[in-house]
């Protein structure tokens, strides 16, 4: 029998047991797809990041020994589409079996099913062996529990995978460090500049792109792109990131700052959801790094971190394949105005957004609390139907893959599910964002003023949307202190507050 096996963009693991023997029978087949390109428009640096990846991934099996058929992007001979792709290899490879990596997205996984139906050949699903838990890891995990909260996850992987955790107990005797994650960034501790991860030029991949007419968002500077594109590269950063970030990931996480958009972040996320480097190479090279250096890492830097990659890496995609398909129709909070023009230009008098939204076109990436408290805050407040805010965050972002977006996105930055993911919406003032950053230093609007022109929108916004979904919230016992303080506002207030975020929500593009 010879097999065609096919390898998705984000299926580039190296230490996959596929690739441990080479095999005379069998075929790998990668392609840069229109049907992949097309379907929202993506960042520039995330097409050409991908691009570059599967080269660079495809070149080295080649040089291993595997028998591997690459399309690139305008190659004529390219079918662009899955079931094409397929149906042509099988054919021209003269193959009579087909396998394939299960794909970590449900639109792919129904494509693949339905391919493989048709094919009168026996065809057969792998694992990709990248992620800790297998899709139903969260069904079992909660199977009859009405919530699903992270933390018990979260703690059960700790358990059973021995990560920080010593005799029984988890290390510090503390399971989570969150409370000391909160400081505020003022220029110091020093950032040091990581190296740029590659010296490669991009330039070719970028031609084929702009020429192929494929619609993408952002900006690109070939100097300075700092995605990393090989598992050696990732191996790389994450080194650096051990040495000089992790001893103060915790205690920045939470910040942000005008002048440092990685701040303390490692930037892994693109490897890892490309599946160059597994999420468990990084959970033990920092958990190592942590035990061999305790006089520069403290224990609450390495939680902070781990608990990402081991909880809610692991938890997202729990949730995603529990809850989907429906996950992506839900809109609990039944909001159903436009995204803002400026999401997509960065040009707005707020400055928080401005600078997000800018550094996010020009990078492709924002830090977590960029992505939840500045750009989610504002669309949820101004009522966004998911939809819209889904499709900027699934293009926006290099890392950005829907098993992962979606339920960030829809979940724990628009609460439109409801409360699966988080138990309350994350919706702030300007005072958390005067807290945990600069930005409302140089903004054109007063973070103390809540009506008025000068006055910052979010205040508005803010006492207006709690107003607005008092029907939806009022009852989630989180909420109850908000609730009691919009109680405790007269008449004249609440008016003065309504009509002022009236106005922003008519016409956010004029803020
Ligand atoms: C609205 C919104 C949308 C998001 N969309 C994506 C997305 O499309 N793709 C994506 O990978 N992450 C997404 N995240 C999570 C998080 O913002 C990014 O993983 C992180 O900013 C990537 O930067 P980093 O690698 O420097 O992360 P670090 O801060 O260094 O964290 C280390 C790693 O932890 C993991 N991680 C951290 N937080 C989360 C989380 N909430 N869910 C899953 N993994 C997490 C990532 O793999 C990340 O690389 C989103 C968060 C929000 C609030
Ligand atoms: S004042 Fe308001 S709009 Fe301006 S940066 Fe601060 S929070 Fe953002």
């Given at each position: 029998?010879?097999?065609?096996?096919?390898?998705?963009?984000?299926?580039?693991?190296?230490?996959?047991?596929?690739?441990?023997?080479?095999?005379?029978?069998?075929?790998?087949?990668?392609?840069?797809?229109?049907?992949?390109?097309?379907?929202?428009?993506?960042?520039?640096?995330?097409?050409?990041?991908?691009?570059?990846?599967?080269?660079?991934?495809?070149?080295?099996?080649?040089?291993?020994?595997?028998?591997?058929?690459?399309?690139?992007?305008?190659?004529?001979?390219?079918?662009?589409?899955?079931?094409?792709?397929?149906?042509?290899?099988?054919?021209?490879?003269?193959?009579?079996?087909?396998?394939?990596?299960?794909?970590?997205?449900?639109?792919?996984?129904?494509?693949?099913?339905?391919?493989?139906?048709?094919?009168?050949?026996?065809?057969?699903?792998?694992?990709?062996?990248?992620?800790?838990?297998?899709?139903?890891?969260?069904?079992?995990?909660?199977?009859?529990?009405?919530?699903?909260?992270?933390?018990?996850?979260?703690?059960?992987?700790?358990?059973?995978?021995?990560?920080?955790?010593?005799?029984?107990?988890?290390?510090?005797?503390?399971?989570?460090?969150?409370?000391?994650?909160?400081?505020?960034?003022?220029?110091?501790?020093?950032?040091?500049?990581i190296t740029p991860p590659h010296?490669?030029?991009?330039?070719?991949?970028?031609?084929?792109?702009?020429?192929?007419?494929?619609?993408?968002?952002?900006?690109?500077?070939?100097?300075?792109?700092?995605?990393t594109?090989t598992t050696e590269e990732a191996r790389t950063l994450l080194a650096e990131f051990?040495e000089?970030?992790?001893?103060?990931?915790?205690?920045?996480?939470?910040?942000?700052?005008?002048?440092?958009?990685?701040?303390?972040?490692?930037?892994?996320?693109?490897a890892?959801?490309?599946?160059?480097i597994?999420?468990?190479?990084?959970?033990?090279?920092?958990?190592?790094?942590?035990?061999?250096?305790?006089?520069?890492?403290?224990?609450?830097?390495?939680?902070?971190?781990?608990?990402?990659?081991?909880?809610?890496?692991?938890?997202?995609?729990?949730?995603?394949?529990?809850?989907?398909?429906?996950?992506?129709?839900?809109?609990?909070?039944?909001?159903?105005?436009?995204?803002?023009?400026?999401?997509?230009?960065?040009?707005?008098?707020?400055?928080?957004?401005?600078?997000?939204?800018?550094?996010?076109?020009?990078?492709?990436?924002?830090?977590?609390?960029?992505?939840?408290?500045?750009?989610?805050?504002?669309?949820?407040?101004?009522?966004?139907?998911?939809?819209?805010?889904?499709?900027?965050?699934?293009?926006?972002?290099?890392?950005?893959?829907?098993?992962?977006?979606?339920?960030?996105?829809?979940?724990?930055?628009?609460?439109?599910?409801?409360?699966?993911?988080?138990?309350?919406?994350?919706?702030?003032?300007?005072?958390?964002?005067?807290?945990?950053?600069?930005?409302?230093?140089?903004?054109?609007?007063?973070?103390?003023?809540?009506?008025?022109?000068?006055?910052?929108?979010?205040?508005?916004?803010?006492?207006?949307?709690?107003?607005?979904?008092?029907?939806?919230?009022?009852?989630?016992?989180?909420?109850?202190?908000?609730?009691?303080?919009?109680?405790?506002?007269?008449?004249?207030?609440?008016?003065?507050?309504?009509?002022?975020?009236?106005?922003?929500?008519?016409?956010?593009?004029?803020?």
């Open positions: 029998m010879k097999t065609l096996r096919l390898l998705l963009g984000d299926q580039l693991n190296p230490e996959h047991s596929w690739f441990k023997t080479v095999r005379e029978d069998v075929v790998y087949v990668m392609a840069e797809m229109r049907q992949e390109t097309d379907y929202a428009p993506h960042h520039i640096q995330k097409v050409v990041a991908f691009f570059a990846a599967m080269r660079h991934f495809a070149k080295e099996r080649i040089a291993d020994g595997h028998r591997v058929r690459y399309y690139e992007l305008n190659d004529p001979e390219n079918p662009q589409t899955l079931p094409k792709l397929v149906e042509k290899n099988l054919k021209e490879a003269g193959c009579d079996c087909f396998e394939y990596l299960l794909p970590d997205e449900f639109r792919l996984d129904q494509q693949l099913k339905a391919i493989c139906q048709e094919l009168r050949i026996p065809a057969r699903a792998y694992d990709t062996e990248h992620f800790y838990t297998p899709r139903e890891a969260l069904e079992e995990h909660f199977r009859g529990k009405k919530q699903m909260v992270m933390e018990s996850f979260y703690r059960m992987m700790r358990k059973k995978h021995g990560v920080l955790y010593d005799h029984g107990e988890p290390t510090g005797g503390t399971w989570n460090y969150d409370a000391q994650n909160r400081k505020k960034w003022k220029g110091s501790p020093p950032i040091p500049e010296q490669e030029d991009l330039g070719p991949i970028l031609r084929q792109i702009q020429e192929s007419g494929i619609r993408t968002i952002g900006r690109i500077d070939l100097r300075n792109f700092h995605w594109i051990c000089t970030l992790l001893p103060y990931f915790g205690d920045y996480q939470d910040a942000m700052h005008t002048d440092e958009k990685t701040l303390f972040h490692s930037r892994l996320s693109f890892m959801n490309s599946k160059l597994s999420p468990r190479e990084v959970v033990e090279t920092v958990e190592t790094y942590y035990y061999n250096h305790p006089d520069t890492v403290h224990i609450s830097q390495a939680e902070g971190f781990i608990r990402q990659i081991l909880g809610w890496r692991e938890y997202m995609r729990g949730i995603y394949w529990k809850e989907m398909p429906a996950y992506a129709q839900r809109n609990s909070l039944h909001n159903e105005n436009p995204l803002p023009d400026f999401y997509w230009t960065g040009q707005t008098k707020m400055n928080c957004l401005k600078k997000t939204i800018d550094q996010s076109l020009e990078s492709a990436y924002a830090h977590h609390i960029q992505r939840l408290m500045i750009t989610g805050n504002f669309a949820l407040l101004t009522q966004v139907h998911p939809d819209e805010v889904d499709q900027w965050y699934l293009g926006i972002y290099a890392d950005a893959i829907e098993w992962v977006q979606l339920p960030n996105t829809r979940g724990m930055s628009q609460f439109a599910d409801g409360g699966i993911v988080g138990t309350k919406p994350y919706v702030s003032s300007a005072n958390y964002i005067r807290k945990m950053s600069n930005y409302c230093q140089a903004c054109a609007y007063d973070p103390d003023q809540k009506t008025g022109a000068g006055a910052c929108p979010f205040n508005a916004l803010y006492w207006n949307f709690l107003d607005a979904k008092k029907q939806e919230l009022q009852a989630n016992p989180r909420m109850g202190m908000m609730y009691r303080l919009l109680e405790k506002k007269d008449k004249k207030e609440m008016d003065a507050l309504r009509e002022r975020a009236a106005a922003i929500i008519a016409n956010p593009d004029a803020f």
